[in-house]
């Protein structure tokens, strides 16, 4: 018998997942838009759960194909919505404290934060240092003490460069840059960093993967997308469900380390890394997963957000923090300047910085931080000339005002990406097949497998013949992405062919509004007893409330894709009081 808590999360995701896609895309068969009798209701209901088992067999689906269109920028809805010149650090109240030599501490002291564990920090002791005291970790506490209370804190971060590594570095190898804005989608980019976008086309050659399909609800799926962690559903598709690769015990509950992480492949081969994230419980500790047991980089800034963004000391958080105008993507972006500076640009170096906050509970927040990104990247504009560049994020928004719109319901499923290669790399085949893959539906895997084909081609000292020739398509065994560097194996890219969820496909449908039919009771109780029947099924019935449809009603987005005497219908369950669900 397994236990309680793991059987009661088994009860949610079948419910909130399995039932929620299933109902989503419920078979229905609207031909019959009349009022019935209780015997003629309770014939629907069996006729419904015996379509919506045998529904596949016969039928074409629409995602064999697939027609794409650029979202829009701008449209009159999104005008009357956003407020372009929104800047949160001007609502804040500046209250400048720093220690001056004047003002009469009783002491001011410092000391290092290192990791000790993906939940804690190792703290030195506090010391009062001298002028010419150095200290050799990367993350320093600093405070200042008067009448025993801490008046002033701050965090310094510094790069402390390590000695050349034993291993072979790889010679002439390019570095890599990643930097994720959690919640970007692609037209939303547009609109709050037209600047930025501007100055990586025109200086790098950046080229805009226009149609980049979300893999994943959130963040870990789209994340960690050298494997696959969630299942996909495909009955829709007449195809049956693809199975995750790792299961949330081996993906959540078992350390990260020395499984496929992009970055700490690349630092096997002689490559010098970074990770950043602005969120303490980040990309691989939410939700409540272990992480890494050791060090996965060789500069990791995860003791500043454990002591910052998970403690929250209020001293610390008030002279490091809006009200002095700090912002946590700044934080991102200066340790990877240090990290820049740390090292000569002969040193491979791979970083990867995960923004969380900036535009993630906000559509208006990201506007300000156009000038910010653009300054940092002009900054440093001869390490990124000379490097592979993305500018990227996970999918767009999930909640606010935007995503409710036309526009938001299709940009949460179509991330923003933007891709500059080395300037010697230019004038290769390489930049050509970006452009012409551009146009094309791609997924986060073949991010993924575009790091993997940089990795191998230019880290591996052994290459294979011809591994440079950007003209050969390189296909590795057993994964689910192409390299973007290369052109991409023949055949239609769809929904259907491609590892995409038909629940957020991006491909445009015909759509056609159908005439909602007045038996919900029958479809509502047919949704109700298939659900009871999965819990069953799976033995968690006794820990989960039988579901009882109290009101049936049809979802906002009515439409339906043709599909001439049938078609698929959007419909909202209310559950009973003592279940409080909805699912649609």
């Not at 009022?35 to 039928?59: F, G, H, K, V």
């Not at 690349?266 to 890494?292: I, Q, R, S």
């Not at 506007?367 to 000379?386: G, I, L, S, T, V």
């Not at 940089?454 to 992405?481: C, M, N, Y």
Request: aromatic share 10%; hydrophobic share 35%; glycine share 6%.
């Amino acid at each position: 018998m397994m236990p309680r808590d793991i059987r009661f999360f088994i009860c949610l995701l079948l419910t909130a997942l399995n039932v929620g896609m299933w109902c989503l895309f419920m078979y229905y068969n609207y031909q019959h838009a009349t009022a019935l009798s209780e015997d003629e209701s309770r014939a629907t209901e069996e006729s419904i759960s015996s379509s919506l088992s045998n529904r596949d067999q016969d039928r074409e689906t629409v995602f064999d194909s697939c027609r794409l269109q650029e979202t829009p920028t701008w449209t009159d809805e999104l005008r009357a919505l956003l407020n372009t010149s929104y800047d949160p650090m001007r609502l804040r109240f500046f209250g400048f404290y720093f220690p001056e030599d004047e003002i009469d501490f009783d002491r001011c002291e410092a000391r290092c934060l290192e990791f000790e564990t993906e939940r804690s920090y190792k703290a030195g002791r506090w010391i009062s240092p001298k002028d010419d005291h150095v200290f050799k970790c990367e993350v320093v506490e600093a405070r200042c003490v008067k009448i025993g209370v801490t008046v002033y804190s701050f965090l310094h971060t510094q790069i402390v460069a390590k000695r050349e590594p034993k291993r072979k570095r790889p010679t002439n190898a390019p570095s890599v840059y990643i930097f994720v804005v959690d919640s970007l989608g692609a037209s939303h980019a547009r609109r709050v960093f037209p600047e930025t976008i501007k100055f990586l086309q025109e200086q790098f050659g950046a080229v805009d993967l226009k149609y980049m399909n979300k893999i994943g609800e959130n963040s870990r799926p789209n994340g960690i997308a050298g494997k696959s962690v969630t299942d996909m559903k495909r009955n829709l598709l007449g195809l049956p469900t693809v199975y995750r690769d790792w299961s949330m015990e081996e993906s959540c509950d078992t350390f990260m380390d020395g499984r496929g992480f992009i970055l700490q492949d690349f630092e096997k081969l002689g490559y010098t890394t970074m990770l950043a994230e602005d969120w303490h419980d980040g990309l691989f500790n939410w939700p409540g997963c272990v992480g890494f047991k050791n060090q996965p980089v060789t500069h990791y800034m995860r003791p500043f957000q454990l002591r910052y963004g998970k403690e929250k000391p209020a001293v610390l958080l008030h002279h490091q923090g809006a009200d002095n105008c700090f912002e946590p993507h700044l934080f991102l972006n200066d340790f990877t300047e240090k990290f820049i500076k740390a090292y000569p640009p002969s040193t491979p170096k791979m970083a990867m910085t995960w923004a969380s906050y900036l535009a993630h509970d906000d559509a208006d927040a990201p506007f300000h931080a156009d000038a910010q990104y653009r300054a940092f990247f002009e900054r440093n504009r001869e390490e990124f000339d000379n490097s592979f560049v993305i500018l990227m994020g996970d999918h767009g928004m999930r909640y606010g005002k935007v995503r409710y719109t036309t526009i938001g319901k299709k940009e949460m499923n179509n991330p923003f990406v933007r891709i500059s290669i080395p300037r010697n790399l230019r004038s290769s085949e390489a930049l050509s097949n970006l452009h012409a893959n551009a146009d094309k539906l791609l997924t986060m895997f073949d991010v993924y497998e575009t790091l993997v084909d940089i990795k191998e081609t230019f880290a591996v000292q052994q290459q294979p013949q011809g591994r440079r020739d950007f003209s050969r398509t390189i296909a590795r065994l057993g994964t689910k992405g192409s390299s973007l560097l290369r052109p991409l194996p023949p055949g239609e890219r769809s929904c259907r062919s491609l590892p995409i969820p038909p629940s957020f496909c991006i491909c445009e449908q015909d759509r056609e509004i159908v005439q909602l039919t007045p038996d919900l009771d029958g479809i509502g109780t047919a949704i109700a007893k298939a659900a009871n029947e999965m819990l069953v099924e799976e033995k968690v019935a006794d820990i989960c409330a039988r579901l009882r449809p109290k009101k049936v009603r049809r979802h906002v987005d009515d439409s339906v894709w043709r599909r001439g005497a049938s078609g698929e219908q959007q419909v909202g369950i209310r559950a009973a009081r003592e279940n409080q669900g909805y699912m649609r």
